[in-house]
């Protein structure tokens, strides 16, 4: 139940929000902006949030955002008063306690707005009457970040933990069984997070280096060695023109992109982890290198 | 009438429940690896009425195989009729080192495969 004193161990970190959760919990759905999380197939913790505008004045954007989420939730809201006994220790955020009904299930909740990034973050709990401290729900609450306290955005979820420069959005994600990709974009350079698993098994006949060749086709030249905090890698860097041979005519060199592939074998977690950088130009592959690998 | 269609299950109901093999079911480990599963498989009425039609001996199943990889037979050796799904998920993730819910939705969907080709019942607790 929510109420007793179960440690949270768990950290779940996705686009921006950050909480922790129990254990047994965990995520049932996810999208850009929202996040499920459940126990045993039964809802615990709904996380929904939107950024908003600063054009917009906050009662107005707050009185949308409640009311959308109401229709789009299927909920009521009750405003509730702030519990006596809760304290967050990021002062940026704003909290408005609440408690929701609707046909089937009821719970509380509460919306959070944060002066510094302006995110509107909605947060119910279900099937609880109040929060008490101690619980579940005020250890998640406790713990919420919705922006990252240093230049890195944390990625946090089944299992696997990255960062990316804050200036990189979540363009597109696939989250299949045993493969997992992450595509960021900061104007015009990609960045491509992958992993699959498990590792063992993908790896049982078949080397790394042939690995990667059947993920990524267009791999050319020879793989540089390397050792990093996740263990030994590939690496390999290489020009791609629009078609094969295309570098070869000056009028279209400037189309051509600069491409960097890693892949490793993270035999702690048994995966096999990629990160592909691409950009259209050379030296912005050797900054993100620096800065995103680690040298 | 009333309705009696069933309701379905919920996911704690689902995961709950025993996955058992068919004990027609026949193994054997080919030279290349893995392991192959011969199952029965009754004929089509189409094929039973052409079968009536060419000869007089008919049949009405034949073995269909399948070959299982290293992760299917993972699955297919947690299978034993004691263990709930939720113990051959947790088993299966220990065993590769998976997150839970990436083995779950790996898992349910194997053995989702298996139940539609006849070769695991499902029991409920």
Redesign the interface.
């Known amino acids: 139940m929510l109420t007793d004193n179960i440690p949270l161990k768990k950290a779940v970190a996705w686009n921006g929000a950050a909480f922790k959760i129990p254990d047994a919990w965990?995520?049932d759905s996810l999208d850009l902006t929202h996040v499920m999380i459940s126990e045993?197939?039964?809802p615990r913790t709904e996380i929904k949030w939107t950024e908003s505008s600063p054009s917009i004045p906050f009662e107005k954007q707050f009185r949308n955002f409640m009311a959308r989420s109401q229709k789009l939730l299927k909920i009521i809201i009750h405003e509730e008063p702030t519990p006596p006994f809760f304290l967050h220790s990021n002062s940026s955020f704003d909290f408005f306690f609440f408690s929701w009904e609707n046909a089937s299930s009821k719970g509380v909740g509460t919306l959070i707005f944060c002066r510094h990034c302006r995110r509107l973050t909605l947060i119910r709990f279900f099937c609880l009457d109040r929060f008490l401290p101690a619980s579940s729900a005020h250890g998640v609450l406790s713990s919420f970040t919705d922006h990252p306290l240093t230049s890195r955005v944390s990625w946090q979820l089944?299992?696997m933990a990255f960062s990316t420069p804050e200036n990189f959005r979540l363009s597109d994600y696939s989250l299949k069984?045993?493969y997992f990709s992450f595509q960021f974009l900061s104007q015009n350079i990609h960045l491509t997070v992958l992993s699959w698993?498990?590792a063992?098994?993908l790896l049982?006949e078949k080397t790394l280096v042939e690995f990667a060749g059947e993920r990524l086709p267009e791999l050319t030249g020879l793989a540089v060695t390397g050792t990093c905090d996740r263990g030994n890698y590939l690496e390999w860097s290489f020009r791609q023109g629009l078609f094969k041979n295309a570098g070869r005519l000056p009028f279209l060199s400037s189309y051509s992109r600069f491409t960097l592939f890693r892949i490793g074998h993270d035999k702690q977690?048994?995966?096999i982890y990629g990160v592909k950088i691409d950009s259209p130009r050379a030296f912005e592959i050797d900054l993100m290198k620096g800065s995103i690998l680690g040298g | 009438m009333a309705d009696k269609k069933k309701k379905p299950w919920t996911k704690q109901e689902a995961l709950s429940c025993i996955p058992e093999r068919n004990p027609g079911i026949e193994e054997f480990v080919p030279d290349t690896g893995g392991l192959i599963l011969s199952f029965p498989v009754m004929y089509k009425p189409f094929f039973m009425r052409l079968q009536r039609f060419l000869r007089s001996n008919v049949q009405k199943t034949f073995r269909r195989k399948i070959q299982l990889d290293g992760l299917g037979m993972d699955v297919w050796s947690l299978v034993d009729g004691k263990r709930d799904v939720k113990a051959v998920i947790k088993d299966f993730a220990g065993l590769h080192g998976l997150d839970e819910k990436e083995a779950e939705i790996s898992v349910t969907l194997f053995l989702r495969s298996l139940g539609q080709k006849g070769l695991i019942r499902i029991k409920e607790r």
Do not use: Y
Request: proline share 12%; hydrophobic share 30%; glycine share 24%.
């Open positions: 965990e995520i045993n197939g039964s089944f299992g069984p045993g698993g498990p063992l098994f049982a977690n048994n995966r």
